[in-house]
T-cell receptor
Framework: AQSVTQLGSHVSVSEGALVLLRCNYSSSVPPYLFWYVQYPNQGLQLLLKYTTGATLVKGINGFEAEFKKSETSFHLTKPSAHMSDAAEYFCAVTPLSGGYNKLIFGAGTRLAVHP | NAGVTQTPKFQVLKTGQSMTLQCAQDMNHNSMYWYRQDPGMGLRLIYYSASEGTTDKGEVPNGYNVSRLNKREFSLRLESAAPSQTSVYFC?????????????FGPGTRLLVL
């Protein structure tokens, strides 16, 4: 069965520092990959996604993620953290075939940004 | 468009009580979902409905029932609430764009079972 692992349940960075949130998936066939963000007391919203083509994908609010097939990874980065980036981030996958209609989520990483 | 709406926002129940969480979407999506979110466990799928008239179990269906009332509405029922069902519940709907599944989430219902 497919699974998603997010390394680090909590990440803390200084404002202006690099943000790196890690995500690895288990699949023999590269799935579609997503990052969602959840601000306090809100639902999840899509940050970015990888389907095919360019392995570096850009999302909203200056975030980007790189798909690395050899490492089965899809890490999320942002060059310079802002206080407003404090939120919980979820990596998710969906298989490519079988008309599969569900997402599998990682456990989430809570990002704290301090002055 | 309101997107995905959920009611109520908060609820406190006593063990053994029943309640129904309501969800509606105005995006004309075929598929709808119910998740629960617990600390350190991400989102876990309770039930989903691929289209009007169909429902299927997800990862954690025990203790829940669902009804896909029409294309817009998908409700989640707890027949006899237990403290283990204390959680945040999210409803979502999805569309497939160029073969890619995109899910849209409601704001959540926070449930406390005493």
């Amino acid at each position: 069965a497919q699974s998603v692992t997010q390394l680090g349940s909590h990440v803390s960075v200084s404002e202006g520092a690099l943000v790196l949130l890690r995500c690895n998936y288990s699949s023999s066939v590269p799935p579609y990959l997503f990052w969602y963000v959840q601000y306090p007391n809100q639902g999840l919203q899509l940050l970015l996604k990888y389907t095919t083509g360019a392995t570096l994908v850009k999302g909203i609010n200056g975030f980007e993620a790189e798909f690395k097939k050899s490492e089965t990874s899809f890490h999320l980065t942002k060059p310079s953290a802002h206080m407003s980036d404090a939120a919980e981030y979820f990596c998710a996958v969906t298989p490519l075939s079988g008309g599969y209609n569900k997402l599998i989520f990682g456990a989430g990483t809570r990002l704290a940004v301090h002055p | 468009n309101a997107g995905v709406t959920q009611t109520p926002k908060f609820q406190v129940l006593k063990t053994g009580q029943s309640m129904t969480l309501q969800c509606a979407q105005d995006m004309n999506h075929n598929s709808m979902y119910w998740y629960r979110q617990d600390p350190g466990m991400g989102l876990r799928l309770i039930y989903y409905s691929a289209s009007e008239g169909t429902t299927d179990k997800g990862e954690v269906p025990n203790g829940y029932n669902v009804s896909r009332l029409n294309k817009r509405e998908f409700s989640l029922r707890l027949e006899s609430a237990a403290p283990s069902q204390t959680s945040v519940y999210f409803c979502a709907s999805s569309e497939r764009t160029s073969g890619v599944l995109l899910q849209y989430f409601g704001p959540g219902t926070r449930l406390l079972v005493l």
